[in-house]
Protein backbone atom coordinates (compact mmCIF):
# COMPACT_ATOMS: atom_id res chain seq x y z
CA UNK A 1 0.00 0.00 0.00
CA UNK A 2 1.34 3.32 -1.07
CA UNK A 3 2.15 5.95 2.09
CA UNK A 4 1.80 9.47 1.16
CA UNK A 5 3.18 12.73 2.70
CA UNK A 6 2.67 15.98 1.64
CA UNK A 7 5.15 18.97 2.64
CA UNK A 8 5.65 22.75 1.41
CA UNK A 9 2.86 24.38 2.94
CA UNK A 10 2.98 27.94 4.60
CA UNK A 11 2.14 31.10 5.20
CA UNK A 12 2.55 33.56 2.07
CA UNK A 13 1.64 36.66 0.83
CA UNK A 14 -1.15 37.11 -2.11
CA UNK A 15 0.90 37.06 -5.28
CA UNK A 16 3.37 35.00 -3.78
CA UNK A 17 4.63 31.10 -4.36
CA UNK A 18 4.79 27.91 -2.89
CA UNK A 19 5.87 24.64 -3.92
CA UNK A 20 4.02 21.68 -2.43
CA UNK A 21 5.35 17.88 -2.50
CA UNK A 22 4.06 14.56 -2.54
CA UNK A 23 6.33 11.94 -1.26
CA UNK A 24 5.77 8.39 -1.59
CA UNK A 25 6.92 5.05 -0.46
CA UNK A 26 6.68 1.63 -2.74
CA UNK A 27 7.92 1.24 -5.86
CA UNK A 28 4.40 0.96 -7.38
CA UNK A 29 4.03 4.62 -6.70
CA UNK A 30 4.38 5.14 -10.87
CA UNK A 31 1.78 3.13 -11.42
CA UNK A 32 -0.64 5.48 -10.40
CA UNK A 33 -2.17 8.47 -11.16
CA UNK A 34 -1.97 11.36 -8.45
CA UNK A 35 -4.29 14.18 -7.67
CA UNK A 36 -4.13 17.18 -5.15
CA UNK A 37 -7.04 18.42 -3.59
CA UNK A 38 -7.59 21.21 -0.71
CA UNK A 39 -10.24 21.41 1.89
CA UNK A 40 -11.32 24.31 3.11
CA UNK A 41 -13.59 23.22 6.76
CA UNK A 42 -17.51 23.46 6.11
CA UNK A 43 -16.31 22.96 2.39
CA UNK A 44 -16.40 19.89 0.14
CA UNK A 45 -12.81 18.73 -0.90
CA UNK A 46 -11.89 20.12 -3.85
CA UNK A 47 -9.82 19.27 -6.98
CA UNK A 48 -6.81 20.86 -7.76
CA UNK A 49 -4.76 18.95 -10.49
CA UNK A 50 -3.90 15.51 -11.29
CA UNK A 51 -1.18 13.86 -13.17
CA UNK A 52 -0.97 10.47 -15.35
CA UNK A 53 1.39 7.58 -14.14
CA UNK A 54 3.27 8.60 -16.71
CA UNK A 55 3.64 12.20 -16.57
CA UNK A 56 1.77 12.99 -19.94
CA UNK A 57 -1.62 14.11 -19.02
CA UNK A 58 -2.51 16.44 -16.86
CA UNK A 59 -5.89 17.81 -15.54
CA UNK A 60 -6.65 21.26 -13.36
CA UNK A 61 -9.37 22.74 -11.92
CA UNK A 62 -10.65 26.30 -13.79
CA UNK A 63 -9.50 28.20 -10.76
CA UNK A 64 -6.09 27.47 -10.39
CA UNK A 65 -5.49 27.19 -14.42
CA UNK A 66 -2.21 29.16 -15.59
CA UNK A 67 -0.92 29.55 -12.11
CA UNK A 68 -0.41 25.90 -10.89
CA UNK A 69 1.79 23.13 -12.46
CA UNK A 70 1.45 19.63 -11.16
CA UNK A 71 4.67 17.64 -12.14
CA UNK A 72 6.69 14.12 -10.71
CA UNK A 73 9.67 12.70 -10.65
CA UNK A 74 9.65 9.32 -11.03
CA UNK A 75 13.07 8.48 -9.99
CA UNK A 76 12.05 10.56 -6.47
CA UNK A 77 9.00 8.93 -5.85
CA UNK A 78 7.40 12.42 -5.91
CA UNK A 79 4.17 14.52 -7.21
CA UNK A 80 4.84 18.45 -6.93
CA UNK A 81 2.06 20.90 -7.03
CA UNK A 82 3.74 24.33 -8.40
CA UNK A 83 1.60 27.27 -7.05
CA UNK A 84 2.06 30.61 -8.22
CA UNK A 85 -0.04 33.90 -8.13
CA UNK A 86 -1.48 33.06 -4.99
CA UNK A 87 -4.88 34.15 -4.07
CA UNK A 88 -6.57 34.22 -0.33
CA UNK A 89 -9.34 32.33 -1.83
CA UNK A 90 -6.27 29.62 -1.94
CA UNK A 91 -6.33 29.35 1.20
CA UNK A 92 -6.91 25.74 2.27
CA UNK A 93 -5.24 22.02 3.16
CA UNK A 94 -3.95 20.50 0.69
CA UNK A 95 -3.91 16.76 0.23
CA UNK A 96 -2.49 14.36 -2.63
CA UNK A 97 -3.88 11.10 -3.06
CA UNK A 98 -3.44 8.74 -5.69
CA UNK A 99 -5.57 6.33 -8.24
CA UNK A 100 -5.11 3.25 -10.10
CA UNK A 101 -7.51 5.02 -13.01
CA UNK A 102 -5.60 5.50 -16.39
CA UNK A 103 -7.22 8.62 -16.84
CA UNK A 104 -6.25 12.12 -14.83
CA UNK A 105 -10.07 11.73 -13.05
CA UNK A 106 -11.05 14.66 -10.97
CA UNK A 107 -13.52 12.74 -7.98
CA UNK A 108 -12.80 12.29 -4.20
CA UNK A 109 -14.17 9.12 -5.19
CA UNK A 110 -11.99 7.47 -7.79
CA UNK A 111 -9.11 8.27 -5.31
CA UNK A 112 -7.59 5.50 -3.01
CA UNK A 113 -4.34 6.20 -0.44
CA UNK A 114 -4.31 9.86 0.78
CA UNK A 115 -2.21 11.90 2.79
CA UNK A 116 -2.30 13.68 6.07
CA UNK A 117 -2.59 17.15 4.55
CA UNK A 118 -0.30 20.10 4.57
CA UNK A 119 -1.42 23.98 5.00
CA UNK A 120 -1.55 26.51 2.86
CA UNK A 121 -2.27 30.29 3.87
CA UNK A 122 -2.61 33.19 1.65
CA UNK A 123 -2.73 36.68 3.23
CA UNK A 124 -3.99 39.55 1.58
Known amino acids: QVQLVESGGGLVQAGGSLRLSCAAS????????VGWFRHVPGKERQFVAA????????NYADSVKGRFTISRDIAMNTVYLQMNTLKPEDTAVYYC?????????????????WGQGTQVTVSS
Open 51 to 58: ISSSGGST
Open 26 to 33: GRTFRLYT
Open 97 to 113: AVTLASAVVTSTREYLN
